[in-house]
């Protein structure tokens, strides 16, 4: 179980810590889920050396750039509950990609949101974002409603390789506005239907 002083930020349930070597299973239990999966990646089910690969290119991520998609735990039990974090789009200008995968076993709870509002503060306020992308798997009604909750714009259909699809492509701006206000604008929009498969 993660302890407290692991986690380099939180939220009321959550904690945020970086990826490990040593974090196999809980990486199979995330990415090796079908139904995980099957937002990501055009397999559908990820090999365990799979997975391991996807867990090096976290790491190295968090190596080469200073981000990734970070592992987060409530923070009541060390429970895993998936990760959500950043990866570069745009680095001359600026420009981050958002994105999280959610655990099936903790779907439908807030997790997602919670999780996303942290690290879109943090993308601004840390890493000085111009600006955050998203996609979503273009079947995914659960993700296109929490992006446009969480304040991101439509602009284009996009090609994402690892799905082998056009995936509906949003974008937040920093300028004008402050990080929390669409954080503020999402707590107020309830929101039941919670799957956190964003890739």
């Not at 949003?170 to 604008?185: F, H, K, N, T």
């Given at each position: 179980?993660p302890?407290?002083h692991?986690y380099f930020?939180?939220t009321?349930?959550?904690?945020f810590?970086?990826?490990?070597?040593?974090?196999v299973a809980l990486?199979?239990?995330?990415?090796?889920?079908?139904r995980?999966?099957?937002?990501?990646?055009?397999?559908g089910?990820?090999a365990?050396?799979?997975?391991?690969?996807?867990?090096?290119?976290?790491?190295q991520?968090?190596?080469?750039?200073?981000?990734?998609?970070w592992?987060?735990?409530?923070?009541?039990t060390?429970g895993?509950v998936?990760?959500?974090?950043?990866r570069?789009?745009?680095p001359?200008?600026?420009?981050?990609?958002?994105?999280f995968?959610?655990?099936?076993?903790?779907?439908?709870?807030?997790?997602?949101?919670e999780?996303?509002?942290?690290?879109?503060?943090?993308?601004f306020?840390t890493?000085?974002a111009?600006?955050l992308?998203?996609?979503?798997?273009p079947?995914?009604?659960?993700s296109?409603?929490?992006?446009t909750?969480?304040?991101?714009q439509?602009?284009h259909?996009e090609?994402y390789?690892?799905t082998g699809?056009?995936?509906?492509?949003?974008?937040?701006?920093a300028a004008g506005r402050a990080?929390?206000d669409?954080?503020?604008a999402?707590s107020?929009t309830p929101?039941?239907?919670?799957?956190?498969?964003?890739?």
């Amino acid at each position: 179980m993660p302890s407290t002083h692991d986690y380099f930020m939180t939220t009321q349930r959550l904690g945020f810590r970086y990826w490990r070597a040593m974090d196999v299973a809980l990486a199979y239990g995330l990415w090796g889920d079908p139904r995980v999966a099957r937002w990501i990646d055009a397999r559908g089910q990820l090999a365990d050396e799979q997975v391991r690969e996807r867990l090096a290119g976290e790491i190295q991520c968090q190596q080469d750039h200073g981000i990734q998609y970070w592992p987060f735990f409530r923070r009541e039990t060390g429970g895993h509950v998936g990760c959500c974090g950043l990866r570069p789009y745009d680095p001359a200008q600026r420009v981050y990609e958002l994105g999280f995968h959610v655990c099936a076993h903790s779907w439908r709870q807030g997790y997602a949101r919670e999780a996303a509002r942290a690290v879109i503060t943090h993308a601004f306020d840390t890493h000085r974002a111009a600006a955050l992308f998203a996609g979503h798997h273009p079947r995914n009604k659960a993700s296109r409603r929490l992006l446009t909750r969480l304040g991101f714009q439509y602009t284009h259909d996009e090609y994402y390789a690892a799905t082998g699809a056009h995936h509906p492509s949003y974008r937040l701006e920093a300028a004008g506005r402050a990080p929390q206000d669409a954080a503020a604008a999402a707590s107020r929009t309830p929101d039941k239907k919670k799957q956190g498969d964003l890739h």
